[in-house]
């Protein structure tokens, strides 16, 4: 059974970072690709940033590209979103998302997810 266990989240205010980890358990993480997505309150879950399984290639939105960072450790089965420069409107709760191609979760499509992490970026 795969697990996918965010955390990392909490309140920080704009300007600040945070990093989130997800620790990934029941799959080989090295032939696995991740991903973030989050989900602000009354609107849709969007994609936020993508690895793929060797760390070689990465995906970002727009909205994020220079501000955030996704990395992962194989040896630790875990990924990292290292997330500066923080704005109010990235208040979200952010999930950990798993799947076989770092493109498919690119277009927002994954096979596994965590339970999610808030994320509150005050003014």
């Known amino acids: 059974q795969v697990q996918l266990v965010e955390s990392g989240g909490g309140l920080v205010q704009a300007g600040g970072s945070l990093r989130l980890s997800c620790a990934v358990s029941?799959?080989?993480?090295?032939?696995?690709?991740m991903g973030w997505f989050r989900q602000a309150p009354g609107k849709e879950r969007e994609f936020v940033a993508a690895i793929s399984r060797s760390g070689s290639t990465t995906y970002s939105a727009d909205s994020v590209k220079g501000r955030f960072t996704i990395f992962r450790d194989n040896a630790k089965n875990t990924v990292f979103l290292q997330m500066n420069s923080l704005k109010p409107e990235d208040t979200a709760v952010y999930y950990c998302?798993?799947?076989?191609?770092?493109?498919?979760?690119?277009?927002?499509?994954?096979?596994?997810w965590g339970q999610g992490t808030q994320v509150t970026v005050s003014s």
């Open positions: 998302a798993a799947d076989g191609q770092g493109s498919t979760i690119a277009t927002g499509r994954a096979g596994f």
């Open positions: 029941g799959r080989t993480f090295s032939s696995t690709a």
